[in-house]
C-alpha cells in the first residue's frame, strides 16, 4: 500500500485530496452511488435537481430535512480525521464534493466545498443566505420576499460558484500529490480535477472499493475503505 510514494514521501510537499461520499460513509452518510445510496424508493439523483425542487419543493425540503437530522448527528471518521492530521507534516488542500462539513469538523483549515453546504439556505430568487443548524418546519420554508428558500447545494446540471472552481483548479495544477477517496468520479466537473493535477505530473493515488471511470489515470489504485487506509498514510509521513 502507498509503494509509488513510500520511498519519496518527504517530497511531496504540496497534497491535495479530492473526496466524496464514499469518505463519509463510514461516518454513517450515505452516498448516492452504491447499495445504500437510495432513501424512500426515490432516486436521489433524480431529487437534487432544479426541476425537481420546482415541481414538489415539499417532497425536496423532507429529503434534505432527512438529509440534514442525518448530517448533523454523524462524527468524523478516522479518513477525515488522518487527512486532518497530515496537515502537520505537509501543505494540504481537500477539495470535496460532501455537503456534509466532516472535513471541517475534524479541523482540516483548509476546505473548498464544491457543492455548497447542507447548513446552508439561500432564496431561489433574491440574494438572501443564511446558516440553520435545526430542523426545518413548514416546509417549504418562505424568504421574506416571498419566494422559496432552498439548500444553498450545487444540484445536477447546475453551474459551480466559479470563485470556487478557479481555485480548485488552481490547487490541482499545482499539487504534486493528488488522493482521490470516495467518489465515483462520475460528476463532472470536479471529476476533472485528476487530470489538471496529471498535467502537473503529480502523482495520482484512488482509495476506493471499487473501480470508478478515471482507475486507468492512477499510479496507484487501493481498493479498501478510507477510514482504513488514510491512518496508514499519515503514519508514513510520521517516520
Ligand atoms: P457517489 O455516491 O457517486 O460515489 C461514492 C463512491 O464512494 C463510490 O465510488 C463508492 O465505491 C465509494 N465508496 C463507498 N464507500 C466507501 C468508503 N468507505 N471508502 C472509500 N470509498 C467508498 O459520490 P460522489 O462521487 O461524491 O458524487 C455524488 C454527489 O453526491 C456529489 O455531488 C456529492 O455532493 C453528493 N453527496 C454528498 C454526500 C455527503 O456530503 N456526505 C452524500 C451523498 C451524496
Known amino acids: 500500500m502507498f509503494?509509488?510514494?513510500?520511498?519519496?514521501?518527504?517530497?511531496?510537499?504540496?497534497?491535495?485530496?479530492v473526496t466524496g461520499a464514499g469518505i463519509s460513509q463510514e461516518s454513517g452518510?450515505?452516498?448516492f452511488r452504491g447499495k445504500d445510496g437510495l432513501?424512500?424508493?426515490?432516486?436521489?439523483?433524480?431529487?437534487?435537481?432544479?426541476?425537481?425542487?420546482y415541481d414538489n419543493p415539499k417532497l425536496v425540503w423532507e429529503w434534505?430535512?432527512?438529509?440534514?437530522?442525518?448530517?448533523?448527528?454523524?462524527h468524523a471518521n478516522p479518513g477525515h480525521k488522518a487527512i486532518a492530521e497530515l496537515e502537520k507534516y505537509a501543505q494540504v488542500t481537500i477539495l470535496t464534493q460532501n455537503i456534509d462539513g466532516l472535513h471541517q469538523k475534524s479541523g482540516s483549515s483548509?476546505?473548498?466545498?464544491?457543492?455548497?453546504?447542507?447548513?446552508?439556505?439561500?432564496?431561489?430568487?433574491?440574494?438572501?443566505?443564511?446558516?440553520i443548524l435545526t430542523e426545518i418546519s413548514n416546509l417549504p420554508p418562505l424568504c421574506k420576499c416571498g419566494n422559496i428558500l432552498r439548500p444553498d447545494v450545487v444540484w445536477f446540471?447546475?453551474?459551480?460558484?466559479?470563485?470556487v472552481w478557479q481555485n480548485a483548479i488552481d490547487f490541482a495544477s499545482q499539487c504534486d500529490l493528488m488522493i482521490i477517496a470516495g467518489t465515483s468520479l462520475v460528476v463532472s466537473p470536479a471529476n476533472t480535477l485528476p487530470l489538471y493535477a496529471k498535467?502537473?505530473?503529480?502523482t495520482l493515488i484512488e482509495?476506493?472499493?471499487?473501480?470508478?471511470?478515471?482507475?486507468?489515470?492512477?499510479?496507484e489504485i487501493i481498493r479498501k475503505t478510507s477510514a482504513e487506509t488514510l491512518p496508514k498514510l499519515v503514519s508514513l509521513f510520521k517516520k
Open 110 to 131: 483548509e476546505v473548498l466545498e464544491l457543492h455548497g453546504s447542507i447548513v446552508k439556505i439561500k432564496c431561489s430568487v433574491c440574494n438572501y443566505k443564511e446558516e
Open 39 to 53: 432513501w424512500r424508493n426515490h432516486d436521489a439523483m433524480k431529487l437534487a435537481t432544479i426541476d425537481a425542487f
Open 157 to 163: 446540471g447546475e453551474p459551480l460558484p466559479q470563485d
Open 199 to 202: 498535467q502537473n505530473n503529480a
Open 29 to 31: 452518510i450515505p452516498t
Open 207 to 219: 482509495i476506493n472499493p471499487e473501480n470508478t471511470e478515471m482507475s486507468k489515470e492512477m499510479n
Open 64 to 74: 434534505y430535512n432527512e438529509r440534514r437530522k442525518n448530517i448533523f448527528q454523524a
Open 3 to 17: 509503494d509509488s510514494i513510500k520511498d519519496q514521501i518527504k517530497n511531496y510537499k504540496k497534497i491535495v485530496f
